[in-house]
T-cell receptor, first 109, second 112 residues
């Protein structure tokens, strides 16, 4: 079983819609959770991080964490074509970061 | 804050040659990580330093790979006797303890 699982997509949403990206992790001891955006040929860029159960909002982005279900999600409101990218979920367990394979998102104008 | 810097951006070499990459982390970050990423995959952990100490190394990492961070600042990653399967993007990231990582632009390695 992989440490971090994501649906690889592709996920397509129309411009202005809400995009919902999901991630599950296997280690209950994981303590911190991160979402990165990666454009093709570029390095990952940090979008959000969350440490506690519940929701955390930053502009159009909301991260949601449910430790009991070992589930973390990212919502992107009012999706824009510039949001089209691969979104990587990362989990900090001990001193090591584990990454999912990423979900490809396309926002259709 | 100048960000994480990696050099070179691209490296093309023949199979069997040795290559060395450099990473300069954000200056106040004491943790430095190396990852490898291939197409369609997330970054795969290779090794990690806290200051100058190499604290963890992936079990999957071949003995041909070695990394150093001699003064707790910049780091180098060397691959000896390169193989076709080593072709990938090599990413460096730095962070403060248990804080989010910030990535450099990566070094893309192509083995001919």
């Amino acid at each position: 079983q992989k440490e971090v699982e994501q649906n690889s997509g592709p996920l397509s949403v129309p411009e202005g819609a809400i995009a919902s990206l999901n991630c599950t992790y296997s280690d209950r001891g994981s303590q911190s959770f991160f979402w990165y955006r990666q454009y093709s040929g570029k390095s990952p860029e940090l979008i959000m991080f969350i440490y506690s159960n519940g929701d955390k909002e930053d502009g159009r982005f909301t991260a949601q964490l449910n430790k009991a279900s070992q589930y973390v999600s990212l919502l992107i409101r009012d999706s824009q074509p510039s949001d089209s990218a691969t979104y990587l979920c990362a989990v900090l367990t001990g001193n090591q970061f584990y990454f999912g394979t990423g979900t490809s998102l396309t926002v259709i104008p | 804050d100048t960000g994480v810097s990696q050099d070179p951006r691209h490296k093309i070499t023949k199979r069997g040659q040795n290559v060395t990459f450099r990473c300069d982390p954000i200056s106040e970050h004491n943790r430095l990580y190396w990852y490898r990423q291939t197409l369609g995959q997330g970054p795969e952990f290779l090794t990690y330093f806290q200051n100058e100490a190499q604290l963890e190394k992936s079990r999957l990492l071949s003995d041909r790979f070695s990394a150093e961070r001699p003064k707790g600042s910049f780091s180098t990653l060397e691959i000896q006797r390169t193989e076709q399967g080593d072709s990938a993007m090599y990413l460096c990231a730095s962070s403060r303890q248990n804080q989010p990582q910030h990535f450099g632009d990566g070094t893309r390695l192509s083995i001919l």
